[in-house]
């Protein structure tokens, strides 16, 4: 515990992302009453996405954004940003979900990707991106059967997967802990999520969108012209309205029946050396997942930090900026983690922690709830990947608020909710019992694992990797 806190000692507890000179000014806020054809609730990658999509799709169509605080303020400001084809929070996820329709949203997920690149390409999005892979690592032998079986999967849904020997996999990230590994090569990497938020940002300015900043929704209802959100200092009637405010909720009081608001903690070292570098390898440059029961997660930014993350946490009512994740104490785990993951960079100081909420749901992928007679749309419960994930979400939530036809809304996704999630005090109260009993599962079992096998009846697949 005192190494990790000696590592600690000197760090912002603010996310390294959204620390950078390239961030830009926000956008004035929302100061009287206007009109839009569309209107799009948050400034993450979901509500980026949107509006590039929406204009793209039909430039004469009038646009309009706001953000409660500024773009990338959110979760699209703190996550990994490993990047993946999923566009349901993984393979197992897909095939737990949506068993027939596994090839289908593969293949979708395939295409979006490409969708991504071409347009970080077509409207020069400087975002750090790097298309070095992605690498699951079984934490000890025991869990190499788990990689067999999503080797088996990756395999047979079209995907170029490679299973690695411990040897294979210490040649790759050099670990103690790591028995095998998982590589996908193909349409896999990171990317700079700060900068990927600003460049999408600039460009959906280009396109002509207004964007408002610190303009956060206080209230919608429904008129003959379709929905009026009323803002601090003033109001927009638009005709269609896409909530892209995922773990925040915001938009409708029932949207918190389904969606939790989870914290994500990540930890950034300060730059390696190259001779830290060469003692972990990582030539690839890949993003990495661990087997853990409480998974880890770790990947190279683009100035040779390790970012590390992980270690799941609750605060009473769905609080979505906590002040106590604004100190040490929360990281501590974490960061013993990453000492016990790279026991050769024991010199290595951590200069970025923090956390940031998550919107958690049975479903662990997004999902859509209809308001004012559909002229009102929720897209969000994004639980991980994200980045891209979300602008497929994104350009399905359009087609349903315009009602469009496509084959995309005829799949189980588009067309069913994830299940209700209790209310407090029993949300808090069983998300403690549920972290105590993963932290401790491996090691001391018993009720343990009936209390684990019980939350993931309720449609929670808390141990899946």
């Given amino acids: 515990?005192?190494?990790?806190?000696?590592?600690?000692?000197?760090?912002?507890?603010?996310?390294?992302?959204?620390?950078?000179?390239?961030?830009?000014?926000?956008?004035?806020?929302l100061n009287g009453d206007?009109?839009?054809?569309?209107?799009?609730?948050?400034?993450?990658?979901?509500?980026?996405?949107?509006?590039?999509?929406?204009?793209?799709?039909?430039?004469?169509r009038d646009v309009s954004l706001i953000e409660a605080k500024e773009v990338a303020n959110g979760a699209s400001g703190r996550p990994a940003a490993i990047l993946s084809t999923s566009v349901m929070h993984g393979i197992d996820n897909t095939e737990r979900m949506f068993p027939g329709e596994v090839a289908t949203l593969e293949q979708l997920g395939m295409e979006n990707m490409d969708g991504f690149e071409a347009t970080v390409t077509k409207y020069k999005i400087e975002c750090d991106l790097e298309w070095g892979g992605e690498l699951t690592v079984a934490v000890g032998e025991s869990e190499l059967p788990q990689l067999e079986h999503e080797h088996a999967l990756f395999t047979k849904y079209g995907h170029e997967a490679q299973l690695l020997n411990r040897n294979e996999v210490q040649a790759e990230i050099t670990s103690p802990l790591?028995?095998?590994?998982l590589m996908i090569k193909k349409q896999s990497g990171t990317v700079h999520p700060g900068k990927l938020a600003w460049g999408l940002k600039r460009t959906i300015l280009e396109l002509g969108v207004k964007?408002?900043?610190?303009?956060?929704?206080?209230?919608?209802?429904?008129?003959e012209a379709g929905v009026v959100v009323k803002t601090p200092n003033g109001s927009v009637t638009a005709r269609k309205v896409l909530l892209?405010?995922?773990?925040?909720?915001a938009g409708h009081k029932k949207i918190k029946r389904r969606v939790v608001a989870i914290r994500d903690r990540?930890?950034?070292?300060?730059?390696?050396?190259?001779?830290?570098?060469?003692?972990?390898?990582w030539k690839s440059r890949c993003g990495i997942y661990d087997t853990r029961t409480q998974l880890n997660y770790m990947r190279l930014t683009a100035d040779n930090r390790i970012l590390f993350g992980g270690r799941l946490g609750y605060y009473y009512g769905n609080e979505t900026d906590p002040e106590a994740d604004k100190k040490a104490d929360p990281f501590v785990p974490l960061v013993e983690n990453f000492f016990k993951t790279f026991p050769q960079l024991e010199d290595i100081?951590?200069?970025?922690?923090?956390?940031?909420?998550?919107?958690?749901?049975t479903r662990m992928a997004v999902h859509y709830q209809s308001y004012h007679d559909g002229n009102m749309v929720f897209a969000g419960g994004y639980s991980g990947f994200g980045v891209t994930a979300s602008r497929f979400g994104a350009r399905v939530g359009l087609d349903i608020l315009?009602?469009?036809?496509?084959?995309?809304?005829?799949?189980?996704f588009a067309k069913t909710l994830p299940g209700y999630v209790p209310g407090e005090p029993l949300r808090w109260l069983g998300f403690k019992i549920t972290m105590y009993a993963l932290d401790t599962l491996d090691a001391k079992g018993g009720w343990r694992k009936l209390w684990v096998r019980m939350v993931e009846k309720m449609g929670f697949p808390i141990t899946m990797h």
């Fill in 349 to 361: 100081k951590i200069d970025y922690a923090w956390s940031g909420p998550i919107g958690l749901t």
């Fill in 266 to 281: 990540i930890v950034v070292t300060e730059p390696l050396s190259d001779e830290q570098l060469a003692r972990i390898g």
């Fill in 211 to 223: 964007v408002y900043e610190n303009t956060p929704l206080l209230d919608t209802r429904k008129t």
């Fill in 178 to 181: 790591f028995s095998g590994g």
């Fill in 402 to 412: 315009d009602d469009k036809n496509t084959p995309e809304r005829q799949l189980t």
């Fill in 34 to 60: 206007t009109t839009c054809d569309l209107l799009i609730v948050g400034g993450g990658f979901c509500g980026l996405w949107a509006a590039l999509q929406a204009k793209e799709a039909d430039p004469g």
């Fill in 1 to 29: 515990m005192k190494l990790a806190q000696n590592a600690l000692r000197s760090a912002k507890f603010t996310s390294y992302w959204i620390d950078n000179d390239a961030r830009p000014e926000a956008e004035a806020a």
């Fill in 244 to 249: 892209a405010t995922n773990a925040f909720a």
